[in-house]
């Protein structure tokens, strides 16, 4: 699904025999990960519409090795140490823990949340996404979050900067680094008309790379060529 794990495959074991290589990115439903109206999807979830929301979502919540919940931690510690009005909250999603406070700031843990009209409202009901990862081949919940119209704080992490680009949809930064990760995440809450424009910008991008549309048809024109080759 991107041009870092198709260099991964060339310098594997498998590249000698590799006789065609095509990067397709990973598509959503453009129909179900839509923009939507931030205080009705705040109220589906019971939170209030003046705190700052940040949204975090992965297969086994902050238990996932890959996916550095340490890093995210430290970060919004940071935040709140200095930052405290308007409340801030974290949500991270994939597995049922109890929730804690940091500062005074709740971090709130959800089970994962299967129906995709469901895990929609909570990219419409969150400020920012954030996505610490050590490494990502793609990354679909940034695709998700770019079709809802979310800006991302993310890491510049294997195949990310192909999926978010940075300055554009959200901010960039290091891995392993909270300082940085809790800097961007300042930057972009401190800037509202910033995150508006890069909230049209993701909507716009995932219209033009990461529809279901785009990769069938990719897949299908792939599929038409390799049989008329056979």
């Known amino acids: 699904p991107t041009q870092w794990m198709a260099k991964r495959i060339q310098q594997s074991i498998l590249g000698p025999a590799v006789q065609e290589l095509r990067v397709i990115p990973c598509g959503v439903d453009l129909a179900t990960f839509r923009p939507g109206d931030l205080h009705a999807a705040r109220r589906r979830w019971g939170w209030p519409p003046d705190e700052r929301i940040l949204l975090f979502i992965a297969n086994g919540g902050k238990s996932n090795p890959y996916k550095d919940y340490a890093t995210l931690r430290q970060a919004f510690e940071l935040l709140t140490q200095t930052d405290s009005l308007p409340r801030w909250r974290l949500v991270v999603v994939g597995r049922e823990f109890p929730d804690e406070l940091v500062n005074g700031h709740r971090v709130q843990h959800l089970p994962y949340i299967e129906p995709a009209e469901d895990r929609a409202s909570l990219f419409q009901a969150c400020d920012l996404v954030t996505h610490a990862v050590i490494e990502e081949v793609f990354g679909i919940v940034l695709a998700e979050a770019l079709a809802c119209g979310r800006p991302v704080v993310a890491t510049q992490a294997a195949g990310i900067p192909e999926v978010v680009e940075d300055g554009q949809q959200g901010l960039l930064v290091p891995p392993a680094d909270p300082h940085a990760f809790a800097s961007a995440t300042h930057q972009l809450m401190g800037d509202p ?32 060529q390799a049989g008329q080759v056979n």
């Open 193 to 224: 008309h910033g995150r508006q424009l890069m909230s049209i910008s993701a909507r716009e991008r995932a219209e033009r790379l990461f529809s279901l549309e785009h990769m069938q048809a990719d897949y299908a024109d792939w599929f038409s």
